[in-house]
């Protein structure tokens, strides 16, 4: 394996991706030499199926910020072209400009017509430089905004994908008012006439995250993270030491199954062994089924039951009874 393929994968995938790499160049050899191999081979992929198994199913905090992200997971573009069709994209605010780190316009799901909305990262420093690294200015959240009244005007489901680190954090965000366009966001989609359902893909960091997140249905990756700040950060200010993200991982109960045990999210979607990046087809099949089934779940509630349940969902977060 040469360093930059293994530069492409975490420490802990690499037994397994060592063992795919042995089973691979085995059947290239016999191939070539006209050998039948199949049963060595068959072997070596149950030895593969088990060490994928045990690898990912005790992962540490950590391990799952660092597949959240991975540099081979798909993107919100990614996903747009396995799950949807007839994909329109809609650029601009109407105030200042395009921001190329938040993806959005109308799109088919099987037989029901969405508008979709995500962040989207890059997947080299050239594109990463472009998409701001996923990191969206505020008129990234006023199309995105502006993209959601448009669906309300058509009758037209929402479905929004998060995944970025948080708000851009720059100077010129701020003067354009961040604060102020994530908070718009945070108002309007609570009030927002039509379903919302929401997909965490990778990273939802911080205010960033939330101002795509208010949904009548929200939903995480298994690998997926949520939380108010990243690691790093939290190290940073509680430590002041950025090498203590491990331990902050593991105390800010950030993972898909945290949210689901506190109450934050609605469910989980699992990814194939080993993360999202290692199969995206199989991956957006099980995301198309869940969005196919909660929008029709959502339809046939009515618009004033709609908003009166999502308004309620979101005040129960955080709920606790004191005893004794």
Request: one cysteine or more.
């Amino acid at each position: 394996m040469d360093w930059k393929k293994k530069a492409l994968w975490l420490d802990f995938e690499l037994p397994l991706v060592e063992l795919e790499e042995r089973i691979q160049t085995l059947q290239d050899s016999a191939a070539v030499r006209g050998m039948d191999v199949t049963d060595e081979v068959q072997k070596l992929r149950v030895k593969a199926g088990k060490l994928g198994q045990e690898i990912f199913a005790k992962l540490e905090p950590w391990q799952r910020v660092q597949l959240a992200r991975h540099p081979r997971r798909p993107t919100t573009v990614d996903l747009i072209g396995l799950i949807f069709t007839d994909f329109q994209e809609l650029h601009g605010d109407r105030m200042f400009r395009d921001d190329p780190a938040i993806v959005g316009g109308m799109a088919t799901l099987g037989d029901r017509q969405v508008m979709l909305i995500g962040h989207q990262k890059g997947r080299d420093t050239k594109s990463n430089i472009k998409r701001n690294f996923g990191m969206a200015h505020p008129e990234g959240y006023r199309k995105a905004l502006r993209l959601m009244e448009m669906a309300a005007r058509f009758e037209r489901p929402v479905i929004t994908f998060i995944d970025t680190p948080g708000a851009y954090p720059g100077l010129g965000a701020e003067e354009r008012g961040q604060a102020e366009a994530i908070a718009r966001n945070l108002r309007e989609m609570a009030d927002l006439p039509v379903p919302i359902v929401v997909v965490v893909t990778g990273e939802g960091g911080s205010g960033g995250a939330l101002a795509l997140g208010v949904g009548d249905r929200v939903f995480m990756l298994e690998n997926s993270i949520y939380s108010v700040i990243s690691p790093e950060g939290c190290a940073s200010i509680l430590w002041r030491d950025p090498a203590k993200s491990k331990e902050a991982a593991k105390a800010m109960k950030l993972t898909s199954s945290d949210a689901v045990r506190l109450g934050a999210i609605d469910g989980v979607i699992k990814e194939p062994t080993g993360g999202a990046h290692r199969d995206h087809k199989a991956l957006a099949l099980d995301i198309k089924a869940k969005l196919q089934d909660t929008l029709a779940e959502l339809a046939a509630i009515s618009p004033s039951d709609l908003l009166d349940q999502r308004l309620q969902k979101f005040l129960d977060i955080g709920k606790y009874a004191e005893e004794g």
